[in-house]
């Protein structure tokens, strides 16, 4: 790689940091932590991208990474020796979704039918086949009271359930909310990456934005805020709506890549924006009156 598109990343990579870095440390994750989880993802990507030998390489590994053997090694103990990652996160929102596009579960104009928590025999839609189909082995009692916990199922007063709203909102600092911060940076950056080395011009993902050029006022900001949310969400739904119908006449094709798309409404905080230089001449530092004392 030129030295050039090194320093290039090393630059990006900074500014990306700079909004993770200050949730982790208003969380008291400490370098410490952040720097064994970016040990176990360079090894995993070297091994899994980098080394196709048949036999894993601990020597080859730590020379793609830079990390020592000891290192790679522990990585790889701790690994193996690590409980399997929960796949609960996801659920409530992919229940909401099929509740809102599966044809057996909404009604004319594409509203979500209010059904019981049991079938009643007839073979009529209920709650407890919904999560069946569309999360797996999930209880549906804890699935049901945590949907009408946040406010998107309510209750009626014949005993069936109504979903009024199609998006799973987590508390903050929840763990659905901490999982989704590292599945939507995942997919946000996987496309990032994948554009930056795409072969040819007109390939690769897309990756649009709009912004300002002057700036919006705070109120205006909050306006735009309401004004994405709802149409935001039109969107997506259309969007769902399209997925659903093309995952149903794909089903039992050989090969099938999940895929999406994730819209973010942005806020810069100009402070992020400055090098850590700029920060400390604004502070009164100089490179040769620094000291460590």
């Known amino acids: 790689m ?8 090393r630059l990006a990579v900074r500014m990306m940091l700079k909004p993770l870095v ?8 400490s370098h410490g932590d952040f720097s064994e989880a970016a040990k176990d ?5 070297a091994i899994r991208h980098f080394d196709k030998s048949e036999k894993l390489n601990q020597s080859r590994t730590a020379i793609l990474t830079g990390l020592t053997r000891k290192e790679v090694k522990n990585v790889i103990d701790r690994a193996l020796s690590a409980e399997p990652h929960s796949k609960n996160f996801s659920r409530p929102s992919r229940v909401l979704a099929g509740w809102h596009s599966d044809p057996k579960y909404i009604g004319p104009y594409g509203v979500p039918l209010e059904i019981p928590y049991e079938s009643t025999g007839d073979g009529g839609a209920s709650f407890t086949e919904l999560v069946r189909t569309y ?12 949907l009408i916990r946040v406010g998107a199922v309510v209750e009626l007063e014949n005993k069936t359930y109504k979903a009024v709203r199609r998006d799973f909102e987590a508390e903050a600092l929840s763990p659905e909310l901490v999982a989704r911060l590292g599945k939507v940076g995942h997919y946000f950056f996987s496309t990032a990456a994948a554009n930056i080395e795409k072969k040819e011009q007109g390939s690769g993902y897309f990756d649009r934005r709009v912004y300002t050029d002057q700036g919006l006022a705070p109120e205006s900001i909050i306006e735009f805020d309401a004004y994405i949310k709802q149409r935001g969400q039109e969107f997506l739904e259309e969007l769902d709506n ?5 995952e149903k006449s794909d089903k039992g094709k050989p090969e099938r890549r999940n895929t999406g798309l994730c819209m973010v409404h942005y806020v810069v ?9 700029d920060l400390l001449v604004e ?3 100089e490179a040769d009156s620094y000291s460590d004392t």
């Open 22 to 29: 200050r949730l982790l440390i208003s969380q008291g994750v």
């Open 41 to 45: 993802v360079y090894v995993e990507m």
């Open 242 to 246: 399209w997925i659903v119908s093309m």
């Open 135 to 146: 999360s797996g082995d999930m209880a549906p009692r804890p699935m049901l009271r945590e």
């Open 269 to 277: 905080n100009e402070e992020d924006e400055e090098d850590l230089k």
């Open 2 to 9: 030129g030295q050039n598109v090194k320093e290039h990343l």
């Open 283 to 285: 502070r009164g530092l």
